[in-house]
């Protein structure tokens, strides 16, 4: 936060017409900042007040362009409630709704826990649908909550804990402990927990950019972070034998099956993302009668909710992951499976605007269609003994296979990054055990290598 010493004033300004028509303007360090009254005394008193601070010495925020002694007031009352509303409020239009959807779970979840210690409030389920659905939820402002909801809003504003009180360590540990369980009171998942507390940094953060605190609290205070493992477990991972019989299992399948087929198939062959095969155009597919084809990725399709998205719509279409709007990631697959592609759009066609992939409806794919189709194939294709395992448990998991068959069949591993759309550090991460595995036979080839030079150089050596 800037601060200033130099304020001017300007006279008071009358503007007939408005409904608070006369205007106390000022300017701090060039900035002009100025406040509206009633009457021609309110701006006087306002005006005299400002001038007063001035003279005092005190240094006048850049921003809001009041004295420091008014911000100090103003943190004094703003609670934790209102910090997170108002950053909600900031940061809604520059947001895609599922991020705004995980935004308003997260706080939704720590706001209770930031309250009076004395303070309980007598039904959790309605207060954390109240804070979800509508405090946190910007696109709900537009109209008056519901009686319960608004009871609920009412006691939080009363009991929540001032801004100020986070800089105690105790504080910010009980919203941590918070994040880190469900409304039940059983444990959160690691990934959950930790993305939650993602957003509880980052509203701190801002916090710290307005002048509340001088450090982020959450630097302050230890606190053990839920274990996650970040490598993929290979028993989850089937081998292209098991592959084949899923996926034709799901072919199979009366209704959808024949339609998702192909959908998993590009999991597999070019490792996508489920999002990104929603979104597949068949503009993005090179499918050549013969040799290997390719696939353009240009983006993927997000299941927000209606309740999220600007235009009140179920799906949003997102950019790649973590890559620029306009980016693309072309994926060459292998013959069989542009014949598989191919052989789907002769016999299903293609949707009005060119998906490959669609609903009974033309609409987008429903996970929760695709994912009963998957459990059928599963029951079909696998042994009673591997039904009960997590071996392809998800259809995330064929990209999983994707991946690992492509380190397995010795492809470098940043090609596998890049065709799967990863950073090379992230491959390493996630992949590591089937790295391992690589790792041991190109330690083989070179071996073989130097020992190959090595009898050259005995062939070579001058004969004595």
Same mark, same amino acid.
């Given at each position: ?46 005006? +005299?007040?400002?001038? @007063? %601070?001035? =003279?005092?010495?005190? !240094? /006048?925020? $850049?921003?809001? #362009? ?38 308003a779970d997260a706080l939704a979840t720590i706001t209770p826990a930031l309250v009076r ?70 444990? +959160?998942?690691?990934? @959950? %927990?930790? =993305?939650?507390?993602? !957003? /509880?940094? $980052?509203?701190? #953060? ?43 299992a799901v072919g199979e399948q009366q209704g959808r099956g024949p339609h998702l087929e ?203």
């Amino acid at each position: 936060m800037a601060m200033s010493y130099k304020v001017r004033f300007w006279d008071i300004r009358e503007r007939p017409k408005r409904r608070k028509p006369f205007e106390v303007r000022w300017t701090v360090n060039g900035r002009e900042r100025s406040e509206s009254f009633i009457t021609k005394g309110l701006a006087e008193s306002r005006r +005299a007040k400002l001038m @007063t %601070a001035a =003279r005092d010495g005190e !240094a /006048f925020d $850049e921003q809001t #362009g009041l004295p420091a002694s008014e911000i100090r007031a103003i943190r004094q009352r703003t609670t934790w409630y209102d910090l997170a509303h108002a950053y909600i409020d900031e940061r809604w239009d520059r947001t895609p709704g599922n991020t705004r959807r995980t935004l308003a779970d997260a706080l939704a979840t720590i706001t209770p826990a930031l309250v009076r210690r004395e303070a309980r409030y007598s039904e959790p389920r309605v207060l954390r649908r109240a804070l979800y659905s509508w405090a946190f939820n910007k696109r709900a402002w537009e109209s008056e909550p519901s009686a319960e909801w608004q009871h609920a809003l009412d006691w939080m504003k009363r009991h929540s804990l001032p801004v100020s009180e986070l800089m105690e360590p105790d504080v910010v540990r009980r919203a941590l402990d918070a994040l880190g369980r469900k409304i039940d009171g059983e444990s +959160a998942a690691a990934k @959950t %927990a930790l =993305r939650k507390r993602s !957003a /509880f940094s $980052e509203v701190l #953060g801002t916090a710290v950019d307005k002048g509340y605190f001088t450090e982020n609290p959450l630097a302050r205070v230890k606190w053990q972070a839920p274990g996650v493992s970040e490598e993929v477990d290979p028993a989850c991972v089937p081998n292209p034998t098991q592959v084949a019989r899923l996926l034709t299992a799901v072919g199979e399948q009366q209704g959808r099956g024949p339609h998702l087929e192909a959908f998993f198939g590009c999991m597999y062959y070019a490792a996508m993302r489920p999002a990104e095969v929603i979104h597949l155009q068949i503009s993005q597919c090179h499918l050549p009668k013969s040799g290997w084809g390719m696939l353009n990725l240009s983006g993927g399709v997000v299941t927000a909710g209606k309740e999220w998205t600007d235009d009140g719509e179920v799906h949003e279409v997102h950019s790649l992951k973590r890559r620029a709007v306009k980016a693309t990631r072309p994926v060459p697959i292998p013959p069989s499976f542009v014949r598989t592609l191919r052989n789907h759009v002769d016999r299903f066609g293609v949707a009005p605007d060119g998906r490959v992939f669609r609903n009974a409806a033309g609409g987008y794919v429903d996970a929760a269609a695709y994912g009963k189709t998957w459990e059928r194939a599963r029951k079909k294709a696998l042994a009673p003994s591997e039904q009960p395992t997590l071996l392809a448990k998800r259809p995330y998991d064929l990209r999983h296979a994707g991946i690992s068959f492509w380190l397995h069949s010795g492809v470098d591993p940043a090609e596998c990054a890049r065709r799967a759309g990863q950073s090379i550090q992230v491959l390493f991460q996630y992949y590591a055990k089937f790295l391992d595995g690589l790792q041991e036979h190109s330690n083989r080839l070179i071996e073989e290598s130097m020992q190959e030079w090595s009898r050259r150089s005995k062939d070579s050596s001058p004969k004595g």
